[in-house]
């Protein structure tokens, strides 16, 4: 890591960067929107549960300017305990950030989940935009009385509004330079090559390991490492080869199951999470060897990417 740190060059003079907070109800598409602004598909939030508070980083870099985008889980109206955490976690975010972006689903009138974030916004001193995602499905005749709930919106704090859409990319070239707009004078935070605070593949397989340690109960203990072998990306599928790692015979047994029925649980349920993850389809292929006291060889340990920071 810090090696990585090193190699952040002096910036320009007049270089801009800043933290933006994407902010708004579930599905209006603020992972489709950062895997558009950062150029690929990088890791959001992983969807096991009791990791919700983990706020992924997504990075712009270009000539001008550096964009930290914080992706924050999905604002609703809190029913349980769980909506209360998620909801003070959002609120921690937008205070530590220089620009919020409200996103809305752009393609039907603001409803209640939005004025609920709305409202947590206004009581807030930072900046806001709101962004009217999914214009590529606004229905024509439709299109002013849907602009009109939103402007309503954002009428008390005068918010800037920008419309566009995460999917095809139309109107975000606006939405840039609105959030460019509004951040000010400083360096970089990270090198200018990197496009997410946390490895894509590092967090495919913590997803594995989830699913290992679910289905196998107290039958394997936690020596369990994944490692990412390969991934091959086209624009159908996401290929994903991957190792699992155990300390004895007797747990290779046990993830392997009666005539492979666990390994082959282990990967649908696993598949299916990376899919969240990763917005696509997959095809993961999963291996089990074994890798005796693995946890007690510092080379081993560094081959699985378990390496002392310094």
């Not at 001008?64 to 604002?75: E, M």
């Not at 909801?87 to 809305?104: C, S």
């Not at 939103?150 to 999917?167: H, N, V």
Request: net charge neutral; aromatic share 6%; with cysteine.
């Amino acid at each position: 890591m810090a090696d990585a740190f090193q190699s952040i060059p002096t910036p320009p003079e007049g270089f801009r960067s800043g933290f933006v907070a994407f902010v708004g109800r579930p599905n209006v598409g603020k992972s489709t929107l950062m895997n558009r602004l950062v150029g690929q598909k990088v890791a959001i939030t992983s969807p096991v549960a009791q990791t919700t508070r983990n706020r992924l980083q997504g990075i712009l870099t270009t000539d001008q300017a550096q964009y930290i985008f914080v992706d924050t889980p999905g604002i609703h109206k809190p029913h349980h305990e769980l909506g209360k955490v998620l909801v003070r976690n959002a609120r921690t975010a937008i205070e530590r950030v220089d620009v919020v972006l409200f996103m809305v689903d752009g393609s039907v009138p603001a409803g209640r989940g939005d004025r609920f974030v709305a409202d947590l916004l206004k009581r807030s001193e930072v900046t806001v935009i709101l962004g009217l995602n999914k214009i590529d499905q606004q229905p024509a005749d439709q299109a002013e009385s849907i602009d009109a709930s939103y402007r309503e919106l954002a009428a008390e704090k005068d918010w800037p509004q920008i419309k566009f859409s995460a999917l095809d990319g139309n109107g975000c070239e606006e939405l840039t330079e609105a959030m460019y707009a509004r951040i000010e004078s400083g360096p970089y935070y990270y090198p200018p090559d990197l496009v997410t605070d946390q490895p894509e593949r590092f967090i495919m397989g913590e997803l594995i390991r989830e699913q290992i340690l679910l289905l196998t109960r107290e039958e394997v203990p936690h020596s369990v490492a994944i490692a990412i072998d390969r991934v091959d990306e086209d624009e159908k599928l996401t290929r994903i080869l991957a190792t699992i790692h155990v300390e004895r015979n007797s747990q290779k047994g046990i993830l392997i199951g009666k005539r492979g029925s666990m390994l082959k649980n282990i990967g649908t349920e696993a598949r299916q999470q990376v899919q969240k993850l990763i917005d696509g389809k997959v095809y993961l292929e999963l291996f089990v060897k074994v890798q005796p006291k693995w946890r007690h060889s510092r080379s081993q340990l560094e081959d699985l990417g378990y390496r002392e920071e310094g």
